[in-house]
Every structure is written in structure tokens, then in C-alpha cells.
């Protein structure tokens, strides 16, 4: 009897994380984020109220909670503790979709143009990695960036050995003699970057429109609840025209994201000059629409097929079904990641 009771408290624990339509009249949803710049307008948008007008206009209840892991957030999400999550490209294929969860790209935010990248201690190049530890967050967008600099420079991941460390402890493990490289993103590349004999090798840069970083939400949940979609689309770009530009109003938006991400306005503003942003909803229409997004997806799934990131049993590397705005990849039978332009398009027509 204590067992079944305890069963049904988690059971409507997890239900209550992601839609709670049982303490008001109102659907009330969670969504996770971790520190990252391209995602710091969300944390900005939520504690300067946009995030509650635009809730409130669509009569639901929308939360933003930080988690500091990354890759534990991903996996809070596709493990429904969340509705929504804030995720790249390659971990939305191989995490929820890998695993069976129907998710939609509802924002496709920037991609990443320097945000990413690859440290070593001392003189070198990336012939310098070779036979050497690299601590990175296995399987996450950094083990992408490290295959493709390798594949670039003639070696594959047999050449290195990866030493899977979470993102909240790189910095700190960068700043040890056992660590001579790491792979990872803003603003902990930044900080790591501060420390003695660093230097850059290699950026996402090298690889432009391969990283995007996105606003991930269950699939059926926004089939059942569209006004959660209206509500973060009109969210997300009000916070983008808000934060833009040289004004007082712009400088004071992007001064409190850098505080809350640790650094201050002239880092901050550093890192999102290594963000390619899609500013306002058209600029985003246009990448989302374009044959360039199927063709990354098919590229990413392919590499991470390579590389085993879609499952022991994935018999190849159509296994999960994409669908995007200009054509679907992949097996038409397990559609399980979706690149969306319904909203993206209300903001660009001004409906929302």
C-alpha cells in the first residue's frame, strides 16, 4: 500500500512539472534553460515580466527554471519533467528524439559563430591533441565540435581520448595540471580562456549554421495548448527588439543577462558577437524555410550516426524522422523532431 501510494505521489509530481492545470483555472508550464547566451534572453524576459504578459494575454502560466547542467536539463525534459527545454540541434535529435519523446523546435534562436570551441594549454595546434585527454560533455554539441575539428584536421575521435566532465565543473578542471584541453561553450569558454597559457584552436565558427540553439517543446503539448506556443514566440521576439541596439533601454537589458550569466556588459556583448542571433521573426523565417536547415539535420544525423550518438540499435542514420519547412529526412514512420515556422510566421505577419 505504501508503494502504490508512493508511485502515484511521483506520478503526479512529473505531471505537475510540466502542465498544471490543477491549482488554478489556468495551464501552468515549466520550462527548463541552462546558462548559455543565446539563451540568456529567456531568464531576461521571465524577470522583467514579458514572459507574464504574453502568459497572461494567452490565459496560461509559463515558469522558467534554470538548471545548472546542461545536459541534465535535456534529460529532466525528455524525461517529462519538463515542457519544454532549451537545447541545440544535435542534442534535440539525439536525446528526446533518440529516446522516443516527439518534440518541436518551436525557436530556432542563433546558431552558434564562436560560441563553441576548443582549448589547449600551451603552443599547438590540433595536431597537438592527438594521443591526448579532452574533457568535454560527452555526447553533447561539444563531442560534435571536437569530431568535426578533427575530421578536418585528417584525425577521428581515435586519436584523442574524451573524458566525459560535466559542464559545471570544466571550468574548474581547466584550471588544474591534470586538464591541458577542454570543449565547451559561452560563457564558460570565455572564463576558461582567462586562464595562463590558453588559447583558442578551434571555434564553431569554422562550422557556421552546423549549432543551433533552440526552444524545444513537447510536441503534444503544444499540439494541445498552441497558445503556449503564441505566448514564448511573442515572448522571445519582444525581449529580442528590447535587448537590441546601442540605447539605454537595450544596454540595461543585456547588463542584467550578463550579470545573471557572470560576466558583465563588454563579455556579454563578446559573446553574442560570436552568436549569429536571428534578430526578429522574418530573419528566422528565412533560415527555417531554407534547404540549408534539412541539409544540416541530415548532416548532424548522419555524424551522429557515425558516431553512435543515435542509440546501440540504431540500424542507420534515418532512424528518427525530421521534418522541416522545406522537406522531412529521415524514416517517415518515427517523426520525432520538428522544425516548426506556425508561429515564427505569426510574429513575422505581426498576428500574434
Known sequence: MIKACLRLLLLCTITLFSVNTLASDKPSFKICWSIYAGWMPWDYAQQSGIVKKWADKYGIDIQFVQVNDYIESVNQYTAGGFAGCTMTNMDALTIPATGGVDSTALIVGDYSNGNDGILLKGAGNLSALKGKPINLVELSVSHYLLARALEKSGMSEKDVKVVNTADADLVAAFGTADVNAIVTWNPLLAEAEKQPNSHLIFSSAQ??????????????TLQKYPQLGKALTGAWYETLKTMSGPTDSAKAARTQMAQASGTDLAGFDQQLAATHLFSDAKTTLDFVQSPQLKATM????EFSFKHGLLGEGAPSA?????VTPAGNWGDAGNLKLRFTDEYTKMAA????
Open 207 to 220: 562550422i557556421p549554421g552546423e549549432i543551433l540553439d533552440l526552444l524545444v517543446v513537447n510536441s503534444a
Open 298 to 301: 541530415q548532416m548532424v544525423a
Open 318 to 322: 534515418d532512424v528518427v524522422g525530421v
Open 349 to 352: 505577419a505581426g498576428q500574434l
